[in-house]
């Protein structure tokens, strides 16, 4: 089983970016999936969850409102569009899979992951 992050780079304040979440040797759309912010040293932050199911989508309060979060079930894909990216966004992004429902609970910092990939970096600046 291999989840992996792509479509990190460096973009401008107040450019887009987004980012995938494929997996091999798992069918993604049978988990709610996560995506999580850390950088080396600092508690992980959660960013934004879609279900498996039908229950709500989450988001950070800090990314509301400019990023979403979609599947392509399909393609065995999550992605995570960013939209007015700040410099404080920032940092090594990854994906997992986690608990349902998407809650402040799922996806803070003492929420539990299942699979795991390894992630990819975000860099915000001009």
């Known amino acids: 089983v291999q989840l992996q992050a792509s479509g990190g780079g460096l973009v401008q304040p107040g450019g887009s970016l987004r980012l995938s979440c494929a997996a091999s040797g798992l069918t993604l759309d049978y988990y709610a999936i996560g995506w999580f912010r850390q950088a080396p040293g600092k508690e992980r932050e959660g960013v934004s969850c879609?279900?498996?199911?039908?229950?709500?989508?989450w988001y950070a309060d800090s990314v509301k409102g400019r990023f979403a979060i979609s599947r392509d079930n399909a393609r065995n894909t999550v992605y995570l569009q960013m939209n007015n990216l700040k410099p404080e966004d920032t940092d090594i992004y990854f994906c997992a899979t986690v608990g349902e429902p998407c809650t402040i609970g799922t996806m803070g910092p003492r929420g539990r992951l299942g699979y795991r990939g390894q992630g990819t970096l975000v860099t915000v600046s001009s």
């Open positions: 879609a279900p498996a199911g039908d229950s709500s989508k």
